[in-house]
């Protein structure tokens, strides 16, 4: 089963905009994590954030953190062609043994030039 | 470039017939993880290895087996294939099997149970 809803399933916008997405997930966790696959590769990882941090940001990314409504969200600022793709979050749970991680079903981010 | 390569890119498969996916790192990385990627399923745990000689069972175990003789390999092997286990496959590892660290995957097998 899946830990992880991202929320919306799909997002379509124009280039410059700014993309939001969400995430939810049902136990408790270690870190919450995002990831960005590219169609037909790999996943890539984007950002780790611990569940004693409220807010993170890489470059353009931004990811927030709220442990008590069990949500993440992850913005994308003046979005490029090049971020279409898909984003999935992944979330490390307490009791998971070792670094096991759980993905939801993923955001599908199309930015029109 | 350091990474994980994955081999077959592709592949069809006869039901019943039985197929080993590999699996290499370079990166000398402790864990290891097998994952399947089915449309509106996400991704979805199938073994794992916290470290070389040891294996775990993830979410969707059942028709895989997995090996870790070593650091950088981590075969998955289905014994006989069935229709169900068409998907595309990742193979993923990350640097310790505890603490705060993220994976890196490889680019995955597509594999086509016929």
């Known amino acids: 089963s899946q830990q992880g809803e991202e929320d919306p399933q799909a997002l379509s916008i124009q280039e410059g905009e700014n993309a939001t997405m969400n995430c939810s997930y049902k136990t408790s966790i270690n870190n919450l994590q995002w990831y960005r696959q590219n169609s037909g590769r790999g996943l890539v990882h984007l950002i780790l954030i611990r569940s004693n941090e409220r807010e993170k940001h890489s470059g353009r990314l931004r990811v927030t953190l709220d442990t008590s409504k069990k949500s993440s969200s992850l913005l994308i600022t003046a979005s490029r062609a090049a971020d279409t793709a898909s984003y999935f979050c992944a979330t490390r749970g307490i009791k998971a043994a070792g670094n096991k991680l759980t993905f939801g079903g993923g955001t599908r981010v199309l930015v029109k030039p | 470039t350091a990474g994980i390569t994955q081999a077959p890119t592709s592949q069809i498969l006869a039901a019943g017939r039985s197929m080993t996916l590999r699996c290499t790192q370079d990166m000398r990385h402790n864990a290891m993880y097998w994952y399947r990627q089915d449309l509106g399923l996400g991704l979805r745990l199938i073994h794992y290895s916290n470290t070389a000689g040891t294996t775990g069972k993830g979410e969707v175990p059942d028709g895989y087996s997995v090996s870790r003789a070593n650091t950088d390999d981590f075969p998955l092997t289905l014994a006989s294939a069935v229709p169900s286990q068409t998907s595309v496959y990742f193979c993923?590892?990350?640097?310790?099997?505890?603490?705060?660290?993220?994976?890196?995957f490889g680019s995955g097998t597509r594999l086509t149970v016929v």
């Open positions: 993923a590892s990350s640097d310790e099997a505890g603490g705060n660290y993220g994976y890196t």
